[in-house]
């Protein structure tokens, strides 16, 4: 079971970046006080028994680094059965893997750069946008770059990889 401590940076595993600002006890157990971030002052109680099936911490520069690479290796993918890839796009965001939440992050660029023969509605969009900050935002953290230039940055240490 991993430690983890009050002020700690952390990934929830569906909420994104977060940090524990405190323990308490409710009846007979204990939990963290975990603040998310993206949340509008939204507070999550997580079990210290079983936490870290809940919490991570934040990848190392050298996880980021294989996470990257891996990426690298992703092309662009475009089901164009709209029940099917929202279906997909669910299970890769309610995963808590942070290469599904990476492969979101790698598509969305993708498409990008090459927005022919895919045609994404408000639902998909919002997904996409939800995985590519759910990495941003860990990568800020991990390459110590401002939240400005960090997509710019990924995309460059991507192809450096």
């Known amino acids: 079971m991993k430690d983890f401590f009050i002020g700690q940076k952390v990934i929830h595993l569906r909420e994104g970046l977060s940090?524990?600002?405190g323990k308490k006890k409710m009846g007979d157990k204990e939990f963290f006080i975990v603040d998310v971030?993206?949340?509008k002052g939204e507070t999550i109680y997580v079990p210290v028994l079983g936490a870290d099936s809940i919490i991570r911490d934040i990848l190392t520069m050298e996880a980021a680094d294989t996470l990257?690479?891996?990426l690298k290796t992703v092309s662009k993918e475009f089901n164009s059965n709209t029940k099917q890839r929202r279906?997909?796009?669910k299970r890769h965001l309610s995963s808590g893997n942070v290469y599904d939440m990476g492969y979101m992050y790698?598509?969305?660029?993708l498409y990008s750069l090459d927005p022919e023969g895919?045609?994404?509605g408000p639902a998909d969009i919002e997904m996409l946008n939800y995985a590519t900050n759910?990495?941003?935002d860990e990568m800020v953290l991990v390459y110590q770059i401002d939240k400005e230039h960090i997509a710019e940055y990924i995309a460059k240490r991507?192809?450096?990889l």
């Open 87 to 89: 279906d997909a796009y």
């Open 158 to 160: 991507i192809e450096a």
């Open 68 to 70: 990257l690479k891996d």
């Open 134 to 136: 759910y990495i941003l």
């Open 37 to 39: 971030y993206r949340g």
């Open 118 to 120: 895919v045609k994404l």
């Open 19 to 21: 940090e524990i600002v």
């Open 106 to 109: 790698r598509q969305s660029y």
